[in-house]
């Protein structure tokens, strides 16, 4: 067990609609990382949050969107959701802004139909 | 930016060795080694700064070679756990954006 916990774990919903994916770092940790796994595609970065700011953005379509909170969780938010965004999305938590070791969260499993 | 890893899969026999490679075009801060199981989240291996130094864990080591920008990940004698997908991250600077490599899917088999 990481300690990142990720809720929930699988999604299915339909193409246009608007989902909300959540993460809770370790305890201690300050950097949140979100991350898109597709089959054929890897893992793509998508955002990453210190403390409450965001620090680093990837490749993160405008639809998509994500916060952390004060009390350090983190929401992803993905609208208009298309067939091509069904995909696992990770979180991962680090103690710092920089990547030294991440831990993983066990992932949301987005289907959209 | 992203890294490229080669053999993009590979099969191996119990107690046969292989090498990973992770190639940058850019200059490397760091290079970093997870490894994914089918099913499963990505587990931290190992980090290597720049420097050259290689690094171990348990069977599964690595080296960094700066000049060539690239790094190999080195597992001896697998064992059937050592099956999965292993990616390496790299990094650019401290603190610079992290790009995850094309992955390596490894089977290992009785």
């Known amino acids: 067990d990481s300690g990142v916990t990720q809720t929930p774990k699988h999604l299915i919903t339909a193409t246009g609609q608007r989902v909300t994916l959540r993460c809770s770092p370790r305890s201690g940790d300050l950097s949140v990382y979100w991350y898109q796994q597709s089959l054929d595609q890897g893992l793509q970065f998508l955002i990453q949050?210190?403390?409450?700011?965001?620090?680093a953005k990837g490749n993160i379509l405008e639809r998509f969107s994500a916060q952390q909170f004060p009390d350090l969780h983190s929401e992803l938010n993905l609208s208009s959701l298309e067939l091509g965004d069904s995909a696992l999305y990770f979180c991962?938590?680090?103690?710092?802004?920089?990547?030294?070791?991440?831990?993983f969260g066990s992932g949301t499993q987005l289907s959209v139909l | 930016q992203q890294p490229v890893q080669s053999p993009q899969a590979v099969i191996l026999r119990e107690g046969e060795d292989a090498v990973i490679n992770c190639s940058s075009s850019k200059a490397l801060y760091s290079v970093h080694w997870y490894r994914q199981k089918h099913g499963e989240a990505p587990v931290f291996l190992m980090i290597l700064l720049k420097g050259g130094e290689q690094k171990g864990h348990d069977k599964i080591s690595a080296s960094f070679n700066e000049k060539k920008q690239q790094s190999s990940l080195y597992l001896t004698a697998s064992q059937l756990s050592y099956s999965g997908t292993y990616f390496c991250g790299t990094e650019m600077g401290a603190g610079n954006q992290f790009y995850f490599g094309t992955g390596t899917s490894l089977t290992v088999i009785p």
């Open positions: 949050y210190y403390n409450g700011e965001e620090r």
């Open positions: 991962a938590s680090s103690p710092t802004t920089g990547y030294e070791k991440l831990f």
